[in-house]
Structures are given as structure tokens and as C-alpha cells.
């Protein structure tokens, strides 16, 4: 069975750092491209960041770039989001999910979600 | 960066009735293009993508089409558990960008 779960949100002083983790299962995490989508409270969902399988591609929202980084580690099956200098506006709750095999970047699988809540 | 407008933002419906969503495309996506549905404290679900292949586990009652940059969903008799939030998505492109979502509701 596929699983993603993610871990490491909480809450946070604008200006500060947050590093979240997503444990995949189930599947042979090397062979897919992995991604980062957020929700704020109420509101719809926002894609963040996607990598590469061998995490020499990696892309993000224009209102992230140069402040949260994305990495993998394929022999641990984790996927991660360094997020530093915080802002109010990046309160959200923080998805883990599956992008595809082939450069084709819906998600398939999703994990629960990890809050993210920056207090100003 | 591309706009994906999804219309209407709620749509009220009766259980066995048809439902059509829209989502539109402020430029090409080609058929590079998914459906979510979300329900309440859940995590969004892929329920199709490259326009009208059902992912696994996607009822048959659901199915999308296209034509130009304008994008339909429609569920064909509303099901109780249909009630959710559903999001389009253009992975044309970067960024990835995703509509604004359409709330069906009893």
C-alpha cells in the first residue's frame, strides 16, 4: 500500500526556520518525482516545490524561491522542505505527495497533511 | 504563470442528479490536466487526470473532457459521498498551478 506521511510542522515566529519530513512506503520512492502542495486555512490548494527522482530537477512557487529548499533521500525514502525566513502567509497545512513516474506532474497519492501555523 | 478558473464556486445539487464543473485554462495546457476531489479534513484524492483518464478507484459515474483551454468534470447521478470540494490542476507547465475549486453541496 502507498503511504506518504509527513512530520515536523508546528508553530513558528515569523522570521524562523521549519525543516518538514514526508516517509514514503509502498513504493520504489526512487523512481517518481515528489512534491510539496499547502493549503491555508479555508482556502484552496497551492503547489510549493517538486523534485526530481534523482533530485537533479527542482522547482518552486515564485513566493518561495530563496527561502525554502527541497531535497530527497532516496535511501531513506524521505522527502523534506527546508523552509526558513518565515512569513505570516505561509500558514498552511503542508501536503506531501506523489508526483509520476514519467515528467508528468500531477499527484497520485497525498499524504495527511502537516500544520504549519507562523505567528507574527 | 497559468490562471485555471473554476466555475461555478458552489454548485447545489440533488443526490441523482448530474453535476458539470468547469475549469478553464488561461493558456495551452494540451491535455495536461487533473481533477481532485476533496472532502472535509481529508486530503485531496486524484480522481482523473490527463483530462479524462479515471484514476484508480475513480467511479465510473465520474468523467472529464475537453475542448480548447476549457476543461469539464461531470458526475453523471450525484452520489452522497460526492459532496466535496474539487480542484483542477494544469501540470502543463511551471509553476504547477491549481483552480480555485468548486464546493458541490446538497
Known amino acids: 500500500e502507498v503511504q506518504v506521511v509527513e512530520s515536523g510542522g508546528g508553530l513558528v515566529q515569523a522570521g524562523g526556520s521549519l525543516r518538514l519530513s514526508c516517509e514514503a512506503s509502498?513504493?520504489?520512492?526512487?523512481?517518481?518525482?515528489m512534491g510539496w502542495v499547502r493549503q491555508a486555512p479555508g482556502k484552496g490548494l497551492e503547489w510549493v516545490a517538486n523534485?526530481?527522482?534523482?533530485?537533479?530537477?527542482?522547482y518552486y512557487v515564485d513566493s518561495v524561491k530563496g527561502r525554502f529548499t527541497i531535497s530527497r533521500d532516496n535511501a531513506e525514502n524521505s522527502l523534506f522542505l527546508q523552509m526558513d525566513s518565515l512569513r505570516a502567509e505561509d500558514t498552511a497545512v503542508y501536503y506531501c505527495?506523489?508526483?509520476?513516474?514519467?515528467?508528468?506532474?500531477?499527484?497520485?497519492?497525498w499524504g495527511q497533511g502537516s500544520l504549519v501555523t507562523v505567528t507574527s | 504563470e497559468i490562471v485555471m478558473t473554476q466555475s461555478p464556486v458552489t454548485l447545489s445539487v440533488s443526490p441523482g442528479e448530474r453535476a458539470t464543473l468547469s475549469c478553464r485554462a488561461s493558456?495551452?495546457?494540451?491535455?495536461?490536466l487533473a481533477w481532485y476531489q476533496q472532502k472535509p479534513g481529508q486530503a485531496p484524492r486524484l480522481l482523473i487526470y490527463?483530462?479524462?483518464t479515471r484514476a484508480t478507484g475513480t467511479p465510473a459515474r465520474f468523467s472529464g473532457s475537453r475542448s480548447g483551454t476549457e476543461f469539464t468534470l461531470s458526475i453523471s447521478s450525484l452520489q452522497s459521498e460526492d459532496f466535496a470540494v474539487y480542484f483542477c490542476?494544469?501540470?502543463?507547465?511551471?509553476?504547477?498551478?491549481f483552480g480555485g475549486g468548486t464546493k458541490v453541496e446538497i
Open positions: 505527495a506523489r508526483g509520476s513516474y514519467w515528467d508528468v506532474n500531477y499527484f497520485d497519492y
Open positions: 509502498g513504493f520504489t520512492f526512487s523512481s517518481y518525482w
Open positions: 523534485i526530481k527522482q534523482d533530485g537533479s530537477e527542482k
Open positions: 493558456q495551452r495546457v494540451d491535455s495536461n
Open positions: 490527463a483530462v479524462s
Open positions: 490542476q494544469q501540470y502543463f507547465n511551471w509553476p504547477l498551478t
